[in-house]
């Protein structure tokens, strides 16, 4: 196989630079809530919402008691240079943990008219009082991160040249005569897990085990998995003596973290951190909270303080 050919060159991956919008959040000024001033002075902080943007919600920091708040904060956007997109800005009061935040006011701004590759600073104005300055710059990429091709990029090309010899090495060693002759019969063998949590995990679990016993589990290339098979194979790849280690050896620190008191999860700094990053998450983006905080539940029981 000629892992040198790229079919990039006979069939063309459409593709076109995108758009790059900062955002700096500077400052706000006279921030009201009206009479209810006397009671309570605002915590404020500041929306943006771009529909036509992946990941198009972001929020800055509230401050706390501060009618007049700096807050210099930046963000990125990344927009389609053939659709119209329009900035949302909503000036918001922090009212956690009890109640939900409330809308102080909010404004658009229509980014096509900003002039490409200069800074440009705006004023909003909401309720006729309290102000938000913004500056704001949009470019065109120029050096885009994802690379267009249909082929490997150079370093999956190295690791595959690089694990063919050792696949080649372990298939002789299971198959003996029958095994590849050089590395050009040797052939790209993947293993895959489904999901379904611990169930999936366990399952994995066994299955890479017998498959190391048997010899096969050294004859594949790559080895992947959905949601409860990707816990497994991120404990095992994070643990501090794998490749040297067998899986199977890594069967009873399983285990022990499944067999673990659940009870943990109940402590007050638990359930305070994991209500921290749903309040936090439900911010950027409007969607529903369970399976992240499942996904941590899992992390912390299987990985702990290896997760980084």
């Not at 389609?80 to 809308?103: C, G």
């Not at 002039?115 to 300055?133: A, L």
């Not at 040249?161 to 050089?182: D, I, S, Y």
């Not at 993947?190 to 379904?196: C, D, M, Q, V």
Request: net charge neutral; aromatic share 10%.
């Amino acid at each position: 196989m000629d892992i040198g050919f790229d079919p990039y060159q006979i069939f063309e991956v459409e593709h076109r630079p995108c758009l790059i919008l900062e955002v700096k959040v500077v400052r706000g000024r006279n921030i009201t809530l009206g009479w209810r001033d006397y009671v309570d002075t605002p915590d404020p902080y500041v929306k943006l919402f771009i529909r036509t943007a992946p990941e198009g919600r972001r929020q800055t920091k509230s401050r706390e008691n501060d009618i007049n708040p700096v807050w210099d904060e930046n963000f990125t956007f990344l927009l389609n240079d053939t659709e119209t997109n329009e900035l949302e800005i909503w000036l918001m009061e922090d009212n956690s943990p009890l109640m939900y935040d409330e809308i102080v006011g909010s404004a658009k701004f229509d980014l096509g008219n900003l002039t490409r590759d200069r800074w440009h600073k705006k004023t909003f104005v909401f309720n006729e009082v309290s102000e938000v300055d913004i500056e704001m710059k949009i470019s065109l990429d120029q050096k885009p991160t994802l690379r267009y091709s249909l082929c490997l990029c150079e370093q999956e090309k190295s690791f595959l040249t690089r694990r063919k010899v050792k696949v080649m090495e372990a298939m002789k060693q299971l198959l003996g005569e029958k095994g590849p002759k050089n590395v050009d019969e040797v052939p790209t063998i993947g293993i895959i897990g489904s999901g379904g949590g611990f169930r999936a995990m366990v399952g994995l679990s066994g299955a890479v085990k017998g498959l190391y016993d048997a010899g096969i589990f050294q004859c594949a290339t790559y080895l992947c998995g959905l949601s409860g098979s990707s816990w497994y194979i991120s404990t095992l790849y994070s643990h501090p003596n794998w490749p040297k280690m067998a899986p199977g050896d890594m069967q009873d620190e399983l285990k022990n973290n499944i067999d673990s008191s659940i009870l943990w999860l109940l402590k007050p700094q638990t359930v305070y951190r994991y209500m921290d990053n749903i309040m936090k998450k439900s911010g950027r983006r409007p969607t529903g909270q369970v399976l992240p905080t499942f996904w941590s539940h899992g992390r912390e029981t299987l990985l702990g303080n290896r997760f980084d």
